[in-house]
Each structure stands twice: as C-alpha cells, then as structure tokens.
C-alpha cells in the first residue's frame, strides 16, 4: 500500500471531444484508446481521493466489528471495558499517528531502516489542492491512520479480561506511535524491505503479523486468565457474552475488508484501476468464505460438531490471509489461499491453550499466525516478488515487533502494573474499571 504517483493524461477528454466521429470510425487509433481510458488530472484526482476517502471509513467501521466480536467472545462481566477499550484505542491511534506516526511511517528516504519527516503531519490549506500527488494529502493520511488503529484493535482481543485500562492505553500510544509505524516505513515508506522486493499489499504482515506479535507479547508476558489453565493440565471453557454480537462483528469486520483491500489499489483514475478494484473486491470475499466453509469443515470432522466461534474466525483468518495478495491470484487460489487461512485457528487455538496462552478472541491465530501465511503464499500468484524477500519480511517485521512490545509491556507490569487484582478479576473489569456493567441485571443474577 505504498504511497504511489499516478500518470495522468492533461486534458485526455477535452481532446476527445474535439475529435471527428466520422474519421474516428475510419482509423482506430491505439494510442487514443488508452487516452480515452485514463481521465484528467482534476478528475484523477478526485477519483483517487474519492476511493482512499471511502476505503477509510470502510476500515473505520471496522473499528466497530472488533468492537462487536470482542464484547461477545468476552464474559458478561467484561463487555463495558472492552467497548471502552476499542474506543478508546481508535482516537489514541488517531493522535499519535497525527503527531508523530505518519512523519515515521513514510519519511521519504528511500532504502531507510528509519527515519522521521516534518511533524506533527501538516494538512493542505483550505481550497488548496495538489494534483500532481493524484490525490489529496489528508484523504492520504486519513486512510493510513484507519489502518494504523486496526493493528492496536488486534492487541485487545488477545488480552482482554486481564489487563487494566491505563497500562494498554500506554501500550497502545507505544504501539501506534512508534512501533507499528516503522514497520511500515520499510515497506509501504519505501524501506529497505521494499528495496530487496518484499510485498504487502494491503497488510497481512505490516498489520496484521504486527498486531500479533504485539498480542503474543502481552499474553505471555500478562499471563492467563485466573483459573483458565488447571493444574491436571485441563482447559477450563469459559463462554461469550453473546455469539449474535460476535458474528455481527465478524460481518462489520467483512464489509469493511473491502475497503481495507480495494481501496489499497490506491488509484481509481483510469478503467484499469477501477477494474483490479472490483477484482480486489471477490477475491477478498470468496478467500473469507472459504475460510468459513473450511472451519466448519474441520470441526465437524475434529469434534464432531461444527463451532461457530471457528467458524467466525475462519472468515477473519481467511481475510487477513488473502490481504497479503488480493490482485494477482484468480479466484480459484483465493479460495485455496483463504481456505488454508481458515484451518489455521482450527490448528493453532488448541496449540495455544496446550501452551497455556491464552488469548481470549483468537486473534493470535488468526491475524499472526494466518498474516504469516498469506505473506508467504504471495510468490505463488506474484512472480516478481521473490520468496526469500517476503520470509525475511516476515522474520524481521517479528524479531521488531516482539522485542519492543516485550520491552513495553514489561516495563509497564513493573513500574505501573498491569493485572487487577485477583478480586476485581473475578469480579469483572466493567466493575472495577468502569463502574459500568453492560448487563447489569443478567451479571447479578449469574454471576458470570
């Protein structure tokens, strides 16, 4: 999703409308054909604006999908917090990347390991407008933001129902501030990633595997939740809030892909574009319902009923593994490539929790583990890039992004904490974090 410029044609449909129809039906011109199918500056422009500007709010609202499947994966007692944190997380995420994460993510020098521009990130002036981009500078930097909030919307999930809101707003501003955006600038910035040939359309690794490995951090270096791991080496289960509120999110989260991958064309102002869009569009729809099928598959054939919860997470999985590559493939590979990205949670929850990590939604399966994936699988439909490039993305982007975030996160358990304490656990962060119960009624009467 690197920040590209679009060749414009000046003045390509004032000079066809001057042409003469009748000599245009004796000699076909090629060269007027590709005129014909690439539109002015002006109007390339707000085309191009126009698809970043969509494809923003599209991620925005995926804001709301995690929001949703994390309030009904998580207990009753703990729903409060959880919708506080993703609100939370999204306007941090806004904040830091305005100030500083924006200048870091694409400083400008090519091949760099990192570097810094002009901060706070400067707007155009009212009524101002530089063509010669192919788009406007804050409909640019608003689409980058929304991405930058989704890989901190990954760290919640992980961690949910033992963490403190003070300390994962401090990771966060981390996260989003700093840490997210430098893994960013060596692809997508023009990095020294981007010079050996890696590739990352729209994010598995840049912000999915980076989200991830942030969250396997947090898991690890928080611990479980009190009494999920027993000492006879049993599981103990402890189910959602509300699956109708998980499988909403996971359609917000659906929708808003398509913004998340189409939009990362980056460019709607000739018919070539527009149409790899809508190309963009399937494959990234049929890869997550492969995903599903496959998961639905697996757990009837591993457990004799089908889970929904995998099922669910097989269409996120199926997602960010096609996010890698959503152009090249046809749509049979799409399939293939979702379809594997959905058994990957099927394969990896159950590792997990034979580890004793516990993450609460998935999200370590599924956005690291399937990020990986996707990553790797781009050289099978894109043969300019070269595998070697992408495994050296993928090991860099977690030797990165595990080391800081381990530092961060032990830095913040040892100095300000982390956990509550085992009374508020139990008794539910809506209570000792917020004061606010979502169910106010239903958690009194069960205790749950």
């Known amino acids: 999703m690197k920040r590209k410029i679009f060749p414009i ?42 698809l970043f500007l969509i494809g923003g709010f599209l991620v925005m609202w995926m804001a709301a999908g995690f929001a949703m499947l994390e309030a009904g994966l998580v207990r009753s007692k703990n729903v409060s917090v959880q919708c506080l944190k993703n609100i939370g997380l ?21 091949g760099g390991f990192i570097g810094v521009a002009d901060f706070p990130y400067a707007m155009q002036g009212v009524g101002e407008a530089d063509t010669g981009t192919g788009y406007s500078v804050a409909s640019d930097w608003f689409f980058q933001m929304v991405f930058c909030a989704t890989t901190a919307s ?68 928080i611990g479980p939740r009190l009494g999920r791991y027993g000492k006879d080496g049993k599981v103990a289960v402890f189910p959602g809030s509300s699956i109708p509120l998980a499988t909403l999110g996971t359609f917000i989260l659906w929708l808003g ?70 152009l090249t493939p046809n749509v049979g590979m799409a399939i293939v490539i979702g379809g594997i990205g959905g058994l990957l949670p099927v394969i990896f929850v159950p590792i997990l929790d ?13 956005h690291l583990v399937a990020g990986i994936w996707g990553t790797l699988a781009v050289p099978l439909t894109n043969a300019d890039v070269p595998f070697l490039a992408q495994l050296i993305g993928v090991v860099a982007t977690g030797i990165f992004v595990s080391a800081l975030s381990a530092i961060v996160w032990f830095a913040i358990k040892v100095t300000v904490g982390v956990r509550p304490s085992e009374e508020e656990e139990l008794a539910g962060l809506d209570i000792g974090e917020t004061g606010i119960e979502a169910y106010p009624e239903f958690a009194r009467a069960s205790g749950s």
């Open 9 to 50: 044609v000046a003045g390509a449909l004032a000079g066809l409308g001057l042409a003469d129809p009748a000599l245009a039906q004796d000699v076909v011109d090629p060269t007027a054909i590709i005129v014909a199918e690439t539109v002015s500056g002006g109007t390339g422009y707000i085309l191009n604006t126009l």
């Open 90 to 110: 999204y306007s941090i995420a806004g904040l830091m990347f305005w100030v500083i994460g924006y200048s870091i993510a694409y400083p400008g020098f090519e």
């Open 154 to 221: 990954i760290v919640s999930g992980a961690v949910a129902e033992r963490v403190k809101l003070v300390p994962f707003f401090i990771f966060v501003t981390v996260l989003t501030g700093f840490i997210y955006p430098v893994i960013v600038s060596w692809e997508w910035g023009a990095g020294w990633l981007d010079a050996m040939g890696f590739s990352d359309f729209a994010g598995s690794t840049l912000v999915h595997s980076t989200g991830g490995w942030a969250a396997l951090m947090g898991v690890l270096i």
């Open 257 to 326: 892909w398509f913004g998340f991958n189409g939009a990362s064309q980056l460019a709607m102002g000739t018919v070539g574009d527009v149409s790899d869009v809508s190309k963009i569009f399937v494959n990234t729809n049929m890869a997550a319902a492969a995903g599903v099928v496959v998961a639905i598959i697996a757990t009837q054939l591993r457990y004799k009923k089908a889970d929904v919860t995998m099922a669910l997470n097989g269409a996120l999985a199926g997602l960010v593994a096609i996010t890698a590559e959503p």
């Open 354 to 366: 034979k580890l004793k990590i516990d993450d609460v939604v998935g999200a370590i399966p599924v």
